[in-house]
């Protein structure tokens, strides 16, 4: 089903729009063109209950509580006594943990988890105050949903910390969740380093497409529920795996991609205009690449003023992962800029067919990969894109 709004809480403020905005402009698109399929809005990186009553207000179903703020990475490198300190510290908040010391959990094609002490304490540590804020946020959901009379769907995102999310972590969330009545719907974990957005996946694919195949046995074994894939955009030599090995039980978020189109509408129209946006665009990636998945260095790439060629300049600056990655960590930069964002936006108003047709070309290329893994997936099988 395909994600036609979605509002990242603590994306889209940055651009100075709300969820209500971006409802207004996605039923607006869909009106225009005659849509007339289902489709579904996500809120996403959502972390308190003002920013759930937001999305709710402007009539989001589909919501992604973002745990990373209440997630303490460092229990990871604790050693003995400094884990057993943070554990007296939340023992209270975590009555849950006798569930599981001493368990284990046998899965499907002779996958095991093994829940001893030291495991279950650390993962009480890592993931505890996340849990707790999951069932609170989503509780709150509940109750707001269920005063309007709507359906609605919920995602869990853990994916936002630095190491891969074992089958222990994995198991013990989503059991919690779905204990607490928690709709749980999807979860985003963390999977294999190397995932850079804006590329194509550079790490050790088979490594990944083992820890796929290890997850979605866990999901098929609580739920099932899908799996979600963040920063997703552009990652074609996976996406057929993805789907197979999860039975379609998938959601694949592809955020930014379609603005790296916008510039290549711009580009081939405006290249004058395009060559502002690129200077912008490197003289704030310093600052916008905090934090992001991305190694590209402006060094690696030409100015605009070294390159006379146009057709030259979208390939280094579109084509190319050094240039995409500089470009769509920007975004939020140029449409900020009192003078890029209203000149963007009214070159793809007046060139909207060929903004529509890269598009079409562009997401049909995503699509025709998912398609791919889902004809070995059950009939009933569904994507969220």
């Known amino acids: 089903m395909p994600v036609f709004a979605q509002h990242a809480c603590y994306g889209t403020q940055y651009c100075g729009r709300g969820p209500s905005d971006v409802m207004r402009d996605a039923v607006d698109a ?92 650390r993962l009480a540590v890592k993931f505890g105050h996340a849990i707790a804020h999951a069932v609170k946020i989503a509780a709150h959901v509940d109750r707001v949903m269920e005063k309007r009379g709507r359906d609605y769907e919920i995602e869990i995102d853990v994916s936002r910390v630095v190491r891969p999310t074992t089958l222990a972590e994995h198991y013990v969330i989503a059991d919690q969740c779905l204990r607490s009545n928690v709709n749980l719907i999807a979860i985003a974990l963390r999977f294999v380093r190397d995932w850079e957005i804006a590329v194509d996946f550079r790490g050790d694919r088979d490594e990944l497409l083992r820890s796929v195949r290890e997850q979605a046995v866990v999901a098929r074994r609580l739920g099932p529920y899908k799996l979600s894939l963040t920063r997703a955009s552009d990652k074609y030599s996976i996406y057929e795996p993805f789907a197979r090995l ?125 398609c791919r893994g889902l004809e070995s997936a059950p009939q009933d099988a569904t994507v969220a894109f």
């Open 30 to 121: 869909l009106v225009g063109s005659s849509f007339r399929g289902r489709w579904t809005a996500d809120a996403d990186r959502l972390r308190t209950q003002e920013d759930v009553n937001a999305a709710v207000g402007a009539g989001f179903i589909y919501f992604t509580i973002d745990l990373a703020p209440y997630i303490e990475w460092r229990a990871d490198e604790m050693s003995g006594a400094a884990l057993q300190d943070q554990f007296k510290s939340i023992r209270a908040q975590v009555d849950w943990i006798g569930d599981y010391v001493g368990k284990t959990v046998e899965l499907e094609s002779g996958l095991r988890i093994i829940f001893d002490e030291r495991t279950v304490k």
């Open 246 to 370: 999860t039975n379609g039980l998938c959601h694949i978020r592809t955020c930014g991609t379609s603005y790296l189109e916008a510039l290549r509408t711009v580009v081939r129209h405006e290249p004058v205009l395009f060559r502002r946006i690129v200077d912008h665009a490197r003289n704030e990636y310093g600052r916008d690449s905090t934090g992001n998945a991305v190694s590209a260095r402006c060094d690696q790439v030409c100015c605009p003023s070294q390159e006379s060629d146009n057709d030259a300049l979208e390939q280094i600056y579109l084509n190319e992962d050094i240039g995409r990655q500089i470009l769509h960590v920007t975004s939020g930069s140029v449409l900020v800029d009192s003078s890029l964002g209203p000149a963007l936006r009214d070159m793809l108003v007046s060139e909207s067919e060929t903004h529509r047709q890269l598009l079409a070309r562009h997401m049909g290329r995503h699509l025709s990969e998912l």
